[in-house]
């Protein structure tokens, strides 16, 4: 028996849409930024299919996103919180 993989959809498409706002607001094409990640790590993906689909990533796609963006993942958990409170995790 297969077990599914359990995928919160409003967190992937959360994480999607905020991709997608950077890079907008950064000026910058999907192909701009797939090229300057194959030029980094040879490797190469989607950001379309991130964006319109809302992929489930793995955490080192996310990881190269930011760093092609100029952001520390920290920061882009933290801007993911802001703009959609709902994803926020209270401290217990």
Do not use: W
């Not at 910058?28 to 379309?48: A, C, E, L, M, P």
């Not at 920290?74 to 409170?85: G, R, T, V």
């Amino acid at each position: 028996m297969t077990k599914k993989q359990y995928i919160n959809k409003n967190l992937v498409k959360a994480v999607c849409d905020l991709l997608k706002e950077i890079r907008e607001e950064d000026g910058r094409i999907q192909d701009d930024v797939s090229t300057d990640i194959f030029n980094d790590i040879k490797y190469n993906f989607h950001i379309g299919r991130l964006e319109t689909s809302g992929g489930n990533m793995r955490i080192s796609t996310l990881f190269e996103l930011c760093k092609a963006y100029g952001i520390p993942v920290s920061i882009y958990f933290e801007k993911l919180e802001e703009k959609y409170p709902s994803l926020k995790i209270n401290p217990k």
